[in-house]
């Protein structure tokens, strides 16, 4: 009965997405401003309805219904409540519903946070959003029903992916989602004010609290993605240039391009048809993002099960939304002039910088994830790209965005010159010089020059960052969030460069076959093999080695990693140990039995590997910060105020 | 010319390498595998039903076979069984299964239970072979022919419509000479 209840939830919710999005765009098109009044109840009851669906999913998972086809394919009268829970998100039709639950959450708080915009202005934004909303919901009843039933029922359950048995995974999608949705945030007041032609820079900055937002989110779940990547997948890596991890990266390059570019179009009034451009791109991205790893066109590990027909109707959705926007841009753009000028060398230009340089950034991804499509496309043999393409060429716009953040942060508006902040900058930059060489030769001496460099450009970001929170707290002026904001997130960026460059340059790996008693060194580490037990959880058994750690002969603890053999689906996932210590990671993942009691265990000590999702958290954190800032309400409430005296005035007049 | 058409221009070409990827990607799972086009791993396993003799990849020399990765644990693996059988009793090749981290009576069960399609079975019990073919899960059926190629690979239940379009017109003529 439940599962049919969430369906008919569904049904209604795409009906009344539909109206969103009619009485949103066709109101204040046709100028009837009562349709208007309907907008924000399609919302609030579509929010309703989505989240009665999912309510009906969760409850059959939790409730063991395997006469759900989607049920009984992830989920397993053995799994653990939690996984039962998160299983939901598991597999394509409920990933989807996930995607869909969220946009209607973004919604909501969009109506409800821009209920102080103007009526017209917000009816649109509201209508975009609808119209993506009701696009994933006609796919899912169309192509992706989560709630179709399996008659006979099974037994039991097929059980979750092995592999999304992990509490990261289990939180990483509704993150991640959470960023990717945001975007169309971006994306709906973009077209609303184009629809409106209201292209002043007012729209700028009502949109900037909510890509900062979206922005962090997809920060912290790429983020999460990576970690769970490097100690589930047992390869030890924490990046692979995977499709599925380009797709998200793509929409984060483009949104970091679109927080930048935001800024300075609500400062200074520039770049308004590019800001604009971006918005469309980054949301564009999420979407492509989105059929590259449901349509099944990209081959990759971690793809759900491809459908050509889901492939059809998303690259039709994508041509409606993506076409139709940017149909919208090239009619509506050319009404746009900058007025304002600015010198080689002002605020203004190192955000070009930034803007151009992270987009050629995400054209490089974008370039290498469609590689093997458009060889496909063109006839030529079959193409994969990987690492070996990606590290260098992404290397070629990313260290010059790099070198340019500590001096284009301390850039004055519209003038050139930095006058008397030249000084503390090359200051910070002699320091950050002095530190890297330090560094380098004396903890690691290993002379590699990339390490040079990037353990130059850290730190140089981080004091750099530094220099005006500083300054404003000797003077002792009001830091705002937003200033601190922008701080951190670029401490954040400084930390993310000195954690990826230590363990790209020294990290030290060793394959061995050890046999009981056995030992080896690594990194200045001793290990020693102590066998193997057999071990049974919950829904799984396997094996788990025992590996005694000690330094200099001085013993830091015993490593478990583990090899398991999940019963129903018969597959084997390796759990590595990993253990902290003085900064560095330890990680040990067990590989085959070899026979005769040996086994092959892979040895990896990463130093400063947690750095690297650390300092995303705090780029993220950053971004949290700087959102909430006050401006960004006091806008709103003027932007009413505006609105309203104009009215009045006309009415005056009138 | 506006330059702000540049944009959808370029979206417009890549709708077209997208739709030419939809077009192509139903073959996708077969260029997949790297294994596709290489020698099929030897294996040398006891057999399920006959305790005595062991199941040697070196006796398929010469010989087209499907090599079937099942076990009583899978759901999808008795879905595909039926098939499975209607495709031994045609008898156009050879069916050689793999049973998979399986128990043995379980799987004699089975075989008692929804019969038996199969010339001969392999019992992997450690996995060892199945992770030498790249199996992912079961069921997966792969093609191999007389030089001992993989051909095909197919991932997920062996349904009429796969068995059809995908392994007998692969098949050479008269391959369905036992062995």
Redesign the interface.
């Known amino acids: 009965m439940l599962p049919e209840l969430g369906q008919f939830a569904l049904i209604l919710a795409l009906l009344l997405a539909g109206l969103q999005a009619f009485f949103g765009i066709a109101g204040p098109h046709l100028r009837r401003d009562r349709w208007l009044d309907a907008v924000v109840p399609a919302v609030a009851g579509q929010f309703v309805m989505v989240a009665t669906a999912i309510g009906c999913l969760v409850t059959a998972f939790v409730t063991h219904d395997f006469s759900v086809r989607y049920v ?1 394919e992830n989920s397993n009268s053995a799994l653990p409540l939690f996984y039962r829970i998160t299983a939901l998100w598991g597999a394509h039709e409920g990933s989807l519903l996930l995607w869909i639950f969220i946009l209607s959450c973004w919604t909501l708080a969009v109506a409800i946070g821009a209920a102080r915009l103007p009526a017209r202005f917000s009816a649109r934004v509201l209508g975009v959003l609808g119209l993506v909303s009701f696009g994933f919901l006609l796919f899912t009843l169309a192509t992706s029903n989560p709630f179709s039933r399996l008659i006979p029922a ?1 037994p ?1 359950g ?1 059980d979750l992916n092995p592999i999304l048995q992990d509490p990261a995974l289990a939180i990483h999608p509704p993150i991640l989602y959470t960023g990717y949705v945001g975007f169309a945030v971006a994306f709906a007041f973009a077209c609303a004010a184009m629809l409106e032609g209201r292209l002043d820079q007012a729209w700028a900055r009502w949109t900037r609290p909510w890509t900062t937002a979206a922005w962090s989110f997809l920060t912290v779940g790429i983020a999460l993605g990576s970690w769970w990547a490097y100690y589930e997948l047992g390869w030890g890596g924490f990046w692979f240039w995977d499709p599925v991890e380009n797709a998200s990266f793509m929409p984060w390059l483009v949104g970091t391009a679109l927080v930048h570019s935001l800024a300075t179009t609500d400062k200074r009034g520039l770049f308004k ?1 590019w800001t604009l ?1 971006l918005a ?2 980054a949301f ?1 991205l999420s979407l492509l993002g989105t ?1 590259l790893v449901r ?5 990759s590990v971690h793809s759900f099960a ?1 459908d ?1 027909t889901r ?2 109707f998303i ?1 039709a959705f ?2 409606v939304m ?2 139709g926007s ?2 919208l ?2 009619w509506r ?2 009404l746009l002039r900058s007025t304002a000028g600015f010198e080689l060398g002002a605020r203004e230009s190192f955000l070009l910088f930034n803007n151009i340089l992270l987009v050629i950034a995400a054209a490089i991804v974008f370039g290498g994830t ?1 590689a093997p ?2 060889a ?2 063109l006839g030529l043999p ?1 193409l994969s790209v990987g690492t070996p393409y990606f590290n260098p060429t992404f290397l070629m716009p990313i260290l010059p965005l790099l070198a340019l953040l500590p001096i284009g942060m301390h850039a004055n508006w519209k003038k050139g010159r930095l006058a008397e902040k030249r000084r503390k900058i090359l200051a910070t930059l002699a320091v950050a010089l002095v530190l890297s060489l330090a560094v380098v030769f004396g903890i690691f001496s290993q002379p590699k020059l990339l390490a040079l460099v990037g353990l130059a450009l850290g730190p140089w970001i981080i004091l750099s960052s530094l220099l005006d929170p500083i300054d404003r707290w000797r003077r002792r002026l009001t830091l705002t969030p937003s200033v601190l904001g922008m701080a951190i997130a670029h401490v954040g960026v400084g930390l993310f460069v000195i954690g990826i460059t230590v363990v790209q340059s020294f990290t030290q790996e060793h394959d061995v076959a050890l046999a009981r008693g056995d030992q080896t060194a690594l990194g200045g580490y001793e290990f020693r093999f102590d066998g193997v037990e057999n071990i049974e959880g919950p829904n799984y058994d396997g094996v788990r080695a025992s590996i005694i750690v000690s330094r200099k002969a001085v013993p830091l603890g015993t490593l478990y990693p583990e090899k398991r ?1 999940y ?6 996932t390796t759990e590595s140990a990993i253990r902290m210590n003085r900064g560095s990671n330890l990680l040990l993942a067990l590989g ?2 070899l026979g005769a009691g040996r086994w092959s265990v892979r040895i990896q000590v990463r130093p400063l590997v947690n750095l690297v999702w650390l300092a995303a958290l705090i780029m993220a954190l950053g971004g949290g910060l700087a959102g909430i800032d006050r401006r960004y309400r006091l806008a709103a409430r003027n932007a009413t105020e505006l609105a309203t005296g104009a009215a009045a005035a006309k009415e005056a007049a009138g | 010319m ?1 330059r ?2 540049v ?2 221009a370029l ?2 070409l ?13 073959d ?2 077969t ?2 595998s790297p294994l596709v086009g290489r020698a099929a791993p030897g294996f040398a396993l006891p057999s399920l039903t006959d305790a005595q003799h062991l199941v040697r990849s070196e006796d398929l020399k010469g010989h087209w076979y499907v090599f079937n990765v099942w ?1 009583t ?4 693996c008795r879905a595909e069984h039926a098939m499975l059988v209607e495709a031994g009793h045609a008898g156009l090749v050879p069916i050689i299964g793999l049973d ?2 399986d128990e043995d009576d379980h799987a004699l069960d089975w075989l008692a239970q929804l019969g038996n399609p199969y010339q001969a079975i392999a019992v992997d019990h ?3 072979t199945a992770v030498d073919w790249g199996v ?3 069921p997966e059926t792969f093609l191999v022919n007389a030089q001992g190629v993989i051909v095909y690979k197919l991932v997920g239940p062996l349904t009429r419509e796969s068995w059809t379009r995908e392994f007998v017109p692969r098949l050479p003529r008269r391959a369905a000479a036992g062995f």
Request: net charge negative; proline share 5%; glycine share 10%.
């Open positions: 009984a099974a039991d097929h048809s451009l469309i791109l564009s059929f349509s099944g066109v990209l081959v491809a050509p492939g059809i690259l994508l041509i993506i076409g940017l149909a841009y090239a753009a050319p469609m499509l458009i496909d496309a079959t053999r019963w129903v689906q018969g597959t084997v085959d039995d | 506006n702000f058409l944009p959808l979206f417009a890549l709708v077209v390498v997208l739709a030419i990827g939809i077009r192509h990607s139903p996708k799972g260029i997949a076990g644990w899978c759901v999808e998979w981290k450690d996995g060892r992912y899960g079961a």
